[in-house]
């Protein structure tokens, strides 16, 4: 059965972290897509309700829904902006979606971005200008992930969710 694993929410929360994590645990034929990566590395545009990011991501969702036992999409993906992004999800893994939305602090995401190698790629005021607030999607039931949770804790809660069903 083919499983999407969705992890959104602000810069510097620890999303590409644990999904990178999720990755390795998962195992072969686990897909990792990354809205950084296809955005800025593959295509190199901005990021908006219209980037020319959102056909790739739809493809890419389509390429692992029929080619990976278990997608893992990852990024900001503000929600009003991915909405066809998030429909498209529901049409091809139906009840088969784990989504977690990151609920954390602004404070404590730049604290987390002192610890990542972009760090001096931009800074704490980028990022506030990159900022959305309890950005939750009407579309996906999502899981709130708090700064209280460890990386390991993130993890083992998504896997144990998706090894469950």
Same mark, same amino acid.
Request: charged share 30%.
């Given at each position: 059965?083919?499983?999407?694993i969705v992890l959104r929410g602000n810069s510097g929360s620890g999303k590409t972290?644990? =999904?990178?994590?999720?990755?390795?645990?998962?195992?072969?034929?686990?897909?990792?897509?990354?809205?950084?990566?296809?955005?800025?590395?593959?295509?190199?545009?901005?990021?908006?309700?219209?980037?020319? =990011?959102?056909?790739?991501?739809?493809?890419?969702?389509?390429?692992?829904?029929?080619?990976?036992?278990v997608v893992i999409l990852e990024g900001i993906l503000v929600a009003d902006w991915?909405?066809?992004?998030?429909?498209? =999800?529901?049409?091809?893994?139906?009840?088969?979606?784990? =989504?977690?939305?990151?609920?954390?602090?602004?404070?404590?995401?730049?604290?987390?971005?002192?610890?990542?190698?972009?760090?001096?790629?931009?800074?704490?005021?980028?990022?506030?200008?990159?900022?959305?607030?309890?950005?939750?999607?009407?579309?996906?039931?999502?899981?709130?992930?708090?700064?209280?949770?460890?990386?390991?804790?993130?993890?083992?809660?998504?896997?144990?969710?998706?090894?469950?069903?």
């Amino acid at each position: 059965m083919h499983k999407l694993i969705v992890l959104r929410g602000n810069s510097g929360s620890g999303k590409t972290t644990v =999904a990178k994590e999720l990755q390795k645990v998962l195992g072969s034929n686990t897909m990792l897509i990354s809205q950084d990566v296809i955005r800025r590395d593959m295509l190199n545009v901005k990021d908006g309700k219209d980037t020319l =990011a959102i056909p790739l991501l739809m493809e890419l969702l389509r390429y692992g829904r029929n080619n990976s036992e278990v997608v893992i999409l990852e990024g900001i993906l503000v929600a009003d902006w991915y909405r066809l992004l998030f429909e498209l =999800a529901v049409e091809l893994y139906g009840t088969n979606i784990y =989504a977690y939305y990151y609920d954390i602090s602004f404070e404590e995401t730049i604290k987390r971005h002192q610890t990542r190698s972009t760090r001096c790629e931009f800074g704490e005021k980028t990022m506030k200008s990159w900022w959305v607030d309890k950005d939750y999607s009407e579309i996906l039931n999502e899981v709130m992930i708090t700064e209280s949770q460890s990386k390991e804790e993130i993890v083992q809660e998504i896997y144990n969710d998706i090894q469950n069903k």
